[in-house]
């Protein structure tokens, strides 16, 4: 069961209205898409895209109350501009990017995204395109493996966990992998602290290359930005540090006019400021929301603004 993380932060963050036009570029199941579509009753219009099917199914089930409302189609936000041209989709009042794996995801076994129980070494979002994360650690060589772990997994022992990888192939299970990396791994953690197991960081760098998400992102922001109308909002879910740090400097790089050099003493870059940071801090969840979804206690959500009458 998926459960919509800063669901009200999001609403409160979007501020829907009737009659606006809404992009959430991550359907998932649809949670944030409803609470959307309710407050922007009677007549607001939400355009959602997943690249997951699985996803997108199971939000057109949980959305078909918004008849004409809601459209869904089948695709990767990394081509969120020429999306909206083909389907003719207006300047948008809000758009949403909920980035990182849903719960569906992570508790499907076959899909490959989790250690917590076996299954195929997959990872990708959509099951019908790209290399899996099995071709990956079966196929790079020691160096450029080490430097995946350690680059997408901020992961110290990258290392020496790619030797063992190299040392164990062809693996082909997750339990196999996180079996791997958990015996070259001895993590010791302080008492009491809040221990991760040691195939976390793996899996995650892994799940990032196979599906691209950094540079994904680096190519939507700036396209959502240019579908927005004048006082849209974009609102950025992120979870982990790669993301959120990708997005922090994007905004505030948006938000600043002039982007040359310190040491610069006259601009040449021309730059302007086209948004407003609405966030000035991102938003976390509460611990109430964390005890009822663990998996929200990493979410941050970003906000911002683009300035016009």
Known sequence: MHVSVLLQEVVEALQPRAGGIYIDGTVGAGGHAAAVLRASAPDGRLFGFDQDPQALELARQNLAQFGERVQLYHANFRQLAALARLHRIPPADGILLDLGVSSMQFDQAERGFSFQADGPLDMRMNPQA??????????????????????????????????????????????????????????????????????????????????????????????????????????????????????KQFFRQEATDCICPPEQPVCTCEHKSIINIITKKPITPGLAEIEVNSRARSAKLRVVELKGE
């Not at 966990?161 to 001895?186: D, F, K, M, S, Y």
């Not at 196979?210 to 974009?234: F, I, S, T, W």
């Open 130 to 247: 790209g290399p899996t994360a099995a071709e990956l650690v079966n196929t790079l060589p020691e160096a450029e493996l080490a430097n995946l772990i350690y680059r997408y997994g901020e992961e110290r022992h990258s290392r020496r966990i790619a030797r063992a990888i190299i040392n164990a192939r062809p693996i082909h299970r997750t339990a196999q992998l996180a079996q791997v990396v958990a015996g070259a791994v001895r993590r010791k953690g302080k008492p009491g602290a809040r221990k991760i197991h040691p195939a976390t960081r793996t899996f995650q760098a892994l799940r990032i290359a196979v599906n691209h998400e950094l540079d994904v992102l680096e190519q939507v922001l700036p396209q959502a930005l240019g579908l927005l109308k004048p006082k849209g909002r974009l609102a950025v879910i992120s979870f982990h540090s790669l993301e959120d740090r990708i997005v």
